[in-house]
Structures are given as structure tokens and as C-alpha cells.
């Protein structure tokens, strides 16, 4: 509940795979349903989820339209005071359980209706074009209501694309790298990150600085002159947007809990990843030298024996089980 977690309101959904079906039954307001006009067929999706998945029949409230209505009312209301807005727009992500052919729900195809491609790759185009569209809306009401110089607008994935070569190499979406959503390799976890902030930062500035999403929160304290909460791991990355110095992390980890467990580690360009971690005999590791082999194409891992147990210990060191989220689970 946004509510518990220090959001003042909210608007939305509360379950991703409610968030499929982009022409829900509801959304919800501050924990209250508000009903749509679009009719729904419900089913079983997985263990997880049960009853939650959905497809419409009856199309008409397309909810990304209504969460960019929402924030451009929000903004218009809080024009006069401080405030966050986190907006998680879920386009371009498909219905998976909508029939065949209708997964990528979008009210039309737009400037992509006449192209000569699959229905699935004009309607994926086409949520890429809206979204793109609706965030420039977004920027240009804060600089009509005079808040560009006093906004800082983030824009960024919380994943690399589907690992489909449907969408992957019909679009190339993932350039070089290798993997996808829910991998641990580059093409999963490496997302770009664009931010505006209006006499603060030079338009066109690129940084390689290494960051990653628990950053966000030390970033945003920094920002608003805060204190940061104690037990953080994440580094404010405000010394970057600024052109400043920038203490960076001497590693970065990741695991993932489902497909037998996945997990890795980043320190400087040396990258270790393991695969079917609770599987007997576990996966076996790989070691990749991002500065060399960014595409993660060659394991490396039996010339440098050492660097795999310096990885492996400074893995071990960098998680703390949990009961929610084990790791391995099916």
C-alpha cells in the first residue's frame, strides 16, 4: 500500500499482473475502486496470481491515458508547493493474457497503422510513441506553469526488453547486449537513464557513472536537502548531475529469486554470473571482462581463478536471505 510507504495519494494499480490488462475493470484511488467503463474476463495465470490475470472485451478507459491525466492535474495542483511525483507508466509492456495478436494493448496504432509490419510490432511501436509523446506533455506543462527550473525529471527502465527475438531483433532493442528481462546479463539490467533539469544540467551531457536504482532515493534526499535515511546502500549521484566529483561503489550485486536463482556482481569492469543457483550440481560460474567483452561473449572465468573467488566472496557479502524473496524459487 503506497499509503504505508509514505506516499501522501496514489492512483493505479497495486498488482503488475492486474497491470497487463491496460483496459482494467478499475483502478484504484488511495485504496478505493474507482470503476471504468471496459468489461473484463478474468483467468488463472500461475501459483502466484491466481485470478488476477485479465483480457477486456470491452474497450474503452485505456489506463496509461488516465495515469498522464492524473499527473498533468497532479502537477497543475501543486504548482505553488514542493512535491514528488512518481509516475511508472507499465507501456510498452504486452498483456500476456490477452489472445494471441492483441497483447500489445493500445487505443491505435497511429503513425505505424500503414507500415508493413507484424500487428505485434505496430502496436509495440506504438505505446513507445505515446509514452514518448506523453512525457514531453509532462515537460512542456511544467515549463507553461514555470516549474522547469525547479524540477528535476528522471526517466528510466526497470529492466532491459523481453527476451523474445520477436521484439529484440525485429527492433534491435537491445543494440549488443546480450540477455533480456530477467536476465542478469547486460541486456537485463543495463537501462539508460535521462534527466532534465533546466539551468542545471547542459542538454546533450552523457556520464558513464555507474549507478543503480537504490541510488535513487540518497539521490533524491540530496536533492531536496535531507537527511538520508540510516542503513542505505545506495550512493547519492547528485555530484554527477551537477559535474562534480563522484564517490562511486566499489561493487554492485544482483540476484534474482525465480528460474532456479540468478545472481551477480560488478566490481570496476570484472562482472561475475551464476545461473541455477540451487540446482544439483548448482550452475556453473562465468567471468567477463565488460571493458574488453561489454556483449558478455567470452567466459573468462577459467583464466582468472582468483578474480571468480575475490567475485564469489564479495557476492556472498553483499546479500542478506530473505523469506519473501528466496532465492531458487520456482
Known amino acids: 500500500d503506497p499509503l504505508k510507504q509514505g506516499f501522501d495519494s496514489y492512483y ?20 478505493e475502486r474507482e470503476y471504468l467503463d471496459n468489461e473484463v474476463q478474468y483467468l488463472d495465470t500461475s501459483l502466484w496470481h491466481k485470478g488476477l490475470g485479465s483480457y477486456s472485451t470491452v474497450k474503452n478507459a485505456y489506463s496509461h491515458d488516465l495515469f498522464t ?25 504486452e498483456n500476456g493474457e490477452a489472445p494471441l495478436g492483441e497483447r500489445q494493448e493500445v487505443p491505435d496504432f497511429g503513425i ?18 505515446r509514452l514518448d509523446s506523453d512525457v514531453g506533455r509532462i515537460m512542456q506543462l511544467l515549463d507553461e506553469v514555470g516549474l522547469a527550473e525547479r524540477t528535476v525529471l528522471f526517466f528510466t527502465s526497470d529492466n532491459g526488453p523481453m527476451p523474445d527475438r520477436e521484439f529484440t531483433e525485429y527492433f534491435n532493442s537491445n543494440g549488443p547486449f546480450r540477455g533480456g528481462k530477467r536476465d542478469l546479463y547486460e541486456g537485463g539490467i543495463r537501462v539508460p537513464m535521462l534527466v532534465a533539469w533546466e539551468g542545471r544540467i547542459k542538454a546533450g551531457t552523457r556520464n558513464d557513472h555507474l549507478s543503480a536504482f537504490w541510488d535513487f532515493l540518497p539521490t533524491a534526499c ?37 528460474q532456479g536463482g540468478k545472481q551477480a556482481v560488478r566490481k570496476g569492469n570484472w562482472k561475475l554470473v551464476r545461473n541455477q543457483v540451487i540446482s544439483e550440481p548448482p550452475g556453473t560460474v562465468e567471468l567477463y571482462d565488460l571493458g574488453e567483452d561489454p556483449a558478455e561473449t567470452k567466459d573468462v572465468s577459467h583464466e582468472h581463478p582468483e578474480k571468480v573467488q575475490e567475485l564469489l566472496d564479495e557476492m556472498e557479502a553483499s546479500r542478506t536471505e530473505s523469506d519473501i524473496f528466496r532465492l531458487g524459487r520456482q
Open 12 to 31: 493505479g494499480y497495486l498488482d503488475q499482473v492486474l497491470a497487463h490488462n491496460y483496459y482494467p475493470e478499475y483502478l484504484l484511488r488511495n485504496g
Open 222 to 258: 540530496d536533492i531536496a536537502g535531507i537527511p538520508v535515511p540510516p542503513r542505505m546502500d545506495g550512493i547519492s549521484f547528485l555530484p554527477v548531475l551537477r559535474g562534480q566529483e563522484q564517490p562511486r561503489h566499489e561493487s554492485l550485486y544482483w540476484e534474482f529469486m525465480e
Open 69 to 93: 491525466r492524473e499527473a498533468l492535474k497532479f502537477i497543475r495542483e501543486h504548482r505553488d508547493s514542493l512535491f514528488f511525483l512518481y509516475l511508472p507508466y507499465t507501456i510498452p509492456h
Open 112 to 129: 505505424y497503422a500503414d507500415r508493413d509490419w507484424p500487428r505485434e510490432q505496430k502496436g509495440y511501436a506504438a505505446m513507445i510513441s
